[in-house]
């Protein structure tokens, strides 16, 4: 029902700038943390940031500075605007939503993830 859809990722060389995206739909009672995730090959999913209800973000200190998390309520969609992109970036990279679902429950829900390569 709830689903959740990354677009965006690419190959680009270091230095370049993505903006990922991800569609949030289905029914959900209220969403109350929002976030972006990655995982390079061989290693664990890793936290890149995210934002509360009330706005608060966190970030990882190795994206601090150059990545920026945003949503747009109407459009139902997050955002990860990264920029001075480097090699050590490249990962898949999976939006991620806690929310109140329908029975009034928290749960956590993933998107499929998107690839972001970079080049040196």
């Known amino acids: 029902q709830v689903q959740l859809v990354e677009s965006g990722g690419g190959l680009v060389q270091a230095g370049e700038s993505l903006r990922l995206s991800c569609v949030v739909s289905?029914?959900?009672?209220?969403?109350?943390?929002r976030g972006w995730y990655r995982q390079a090959p061989g290693k664990q999913r890793e936290l890149v940031a995210t934002?509360?209800?009330?706005?608060?973000?966190v970030y990882a200190d190795s994206v601090k500075g150059r990545f920026t998390i945003s949503i747009d309520n109407a459009k139902s969609t997050v955002y990860l605007q990264m920029n001075s992109l480097k090699p050590e970036d490249t990962a898949i990279y999976y939006c991620?939503?806690?929310?109140?679902?329908?029975?009034?429950?928290?749960?956590?829900?993933w998107g499929q993830g998107t690839q972001v390569t970079v080049s040196s």
């Open positions: 934002m509360t209800r009330g706005g608060t973000t």
């Open positions: 991620n939503i806690e929310a109140t679902n329908r029975d009034y429950l928290e749960t956590a829900y």
């Open positions: 289905g029914s959900i009672f209220r969403i109350n943390v």
